[in-house]
């Protein structure tokens, strides 16, 4: 059973630019949820993506988009970059939708981007 | 608006001692809470969790206590040891997932 993966794990950027990070989620799980952590916050979410759907968001402007793929595997993708967008970005995979089941997210090691 | 709240960035326990971190939150709708553990350069691992119709959830020397009249609920750590150093994010579940800012506890050996 593999775990899930982010890439890049750090990466810099400039403000108007655009990022595009990369998760796969854990074996048997169909559902993708990001997050942003700014430094001393907790995970903010950004939004769900359940069987290629986006299945719920948080309070973030249309800039932050996502898709998911058929194997389950999703991007978040971030343009017109600004400072505030300096951040850990957590992608977490779980076996339902929503909030269903235990509750319980697989995290990633999440994406250090910096945005200068 | 910050739903769910943990006031206090760190704390410090002794080796062996109990460690008791808190968390309170304000949405009375929120069915299920969680606890996160965060080492350096990794993700949050899931911890224990409790559902809205339970007081008290126990997993070795970890237990979860509801408090849904005071919208509080805390982790207690029986005994703490050096291994449990790392930040505590508490979690409440509604429509999403609401986090807290996180504890950072450090275990004293």
């Known amino acids: 059973e593999t775990g899930v993966t982010q890439s890049p794990t750090h990466l810099i950027k400039t403000r108007g630019q655009q990022v595009t990070l990369r998760c796969s989620s854990q074996?048997?799980?169909?559902?993708v949820s990001w997050y942003q952590q700014a430094l001393g916050q907790g995970p903010q979410f950004i939004f769900q993506?359940?069987?290629?759907?986006?299945?719920g968001r948080g309070n973030f402007p249309p800039r932050f988009s996502g898709l998911q793929f058929p194997n389950y595997s999703s991007e978040l993708n971030v343009n017109a970059l600004e400072l505030d967008d300096s951040a850990l970005y957590l992608c977490?995979?779980?076996?339902?939708?929503?909030?269903?089941?235990?509750?319980?997210?697989?995290f990633g090691e999440g994406s250090r981007l910096t945005v200068l | 608006d910050q739903q769910v709240k943990q006031n206090s960035p760190s704390l410090s326990v002794q080796e062996g001692r109990i460690s008791i971190l808190n968390c309170d939150y304000t949405?009375?709708?929120?069915?299920?809470f969680l606890w996160y553990k965060k080492y350096p350069a990794e993700g949050p691992t899931f911890l224990i969790s409790?559902?809205?119709?339970?007081d008290k959830n126990e997993d070795g020397r970890f237990t979860v206590f509801l408090n849904k009249s005071a919208k509080h609920l805390s982790l207690h750590i029986v005994p703490s040891q050096p291994g449990d150093s790392a930040v505590y994010f508490c979690?409440?579940?509604?429509?999403?997932?609401?986090f807290g800012t996180g504890t950072s506890l450090t275990v004293i050996p």
């Open positions: 977490a995979s779980s076996l339902g939708p929503g909030t269903s089941g235990t509750g319980e997210l697989f």
């Open positions: 074996s048997g799980h169909n559902t």
């Open positions: 993506y359940y069987r290629e759907e986006e299945n």
């Open positions: 949405n009375s709708m929120f069915d299920y």
């Open positions: 409790i559902s809205s119709i339970k």
């Open positions: 979690a409440a579940s509604g429509n999403q997932f609401y």
